[in-house]
């Protein structure tokens, strides 16, 4: 089946330790995003890439990298830089122009949790 | 001001009931227009589109205000299967980015 996947579903992180979100994709889509969600607030959009190779920050990018090197991974790498870390991120995939609908399709989730 | 802006609720409704939620977005320049199901601690995923002259899927129908800057969503005869968080979505130009709301939260009792 056709989907997006994340992993780890749950992850628990030690203050200062850098930790890395995985993202696959198998639905051929260009584009892919990382959001975060905490509590009573919206999704907000941490990076976004359009292709292979190449993504551009969102509105809250600070303490966050990743990479495309593949159209099917957008890794998510969450530095000790990042504040406040402890949320829940959501990965999401759509095609590309040509077939867009607008409709985002998003993995189940990382829950991270920083002690 | 925030860019969309959603009641965050409780709605608490018994089955049956009609409910409505509203939704306004800032930028006037937004050209599409979503509404997404939550479910907790669960991904977001697509209820429906809105469109400028409203459309209807089954029990629910979307609207959109272009003028007052807002959408709304409408959902007849509750099921108790609707309780979850609805949120707004709006890209404000193009489709790099969906701009999401807080959501608003909808609670179905017998």
């Known amino acids: 089946d056709g989907g997006i996947t994340q992993s780890p579903k749950y992850l628990f992180r030690k203050e200062g330790q850098n930790v890395t979100l995985s993202c696959e994709q198998n639905?051929?889509?260009?584009?892919m995003y990382w959001y975060r969600q905490d509590p009573g607030q919206g999704l907000r959009l941490i990076y976004y890439s359009q292709i292979v190779n190449d993504f551009q920050k969102g509105d809250i990018a600070e303490g966050y990298s990743v990479s495309r090197e593949k159209k099917e991974s957008f890794p998510l790498t969450v530095t000790s830089a990042q504040k406040n870390p402890t949320a829940f991120y959501l990965c999401?995939?759509?095609?590309?122009?040509?077939?867009?609908?607008?409709?985002?399709?998003f993995g189940e989730g990382s829950r991270l949790t920083v002690l | 001001r925030k860019e969309v802006e959603q009641d965050p609720g409780p709605f608490n409704v018994p089955e049956g009931a009609t409910v409505a939620f509203n939704c306004t977005y800032s930028?006037?320049?937004?050209?599409?227009f979503f509404w997404y199901r939550q479910d907790c601690r669960k991904e977001p995923k697509l209820l429906m589109s809105v469109y400028s002259s409203g459309n209807e899927d089954g029990r629910f129908t979307a609207q959109l205000n272009r003028a007052s800057q807002y959408i709304s969503l409408l959902i007849r005869d509750s099921k108790l299967s609707d309780s979850a968080t609805y949120l707004c979505?709006?890209?404000?130009?193009?489709?790099?980015?969906?701009?999401f709301g807080a959501g608003t939260r909808l609670a179905v009792h017998p």
């Open positions: 930028n006037s320049a937004s050209q599409s």
């Open positions: 999401a995939s759509r095609p590309g122009r040509r077939m867009n609908t607008g409709e985002l399709f």
């Open positions: 639905l051929n889509h260009d584009a």
């Open positions: 979505v709006v890209t404000p130009g193009g489709y790099n980015k969906l701009i």
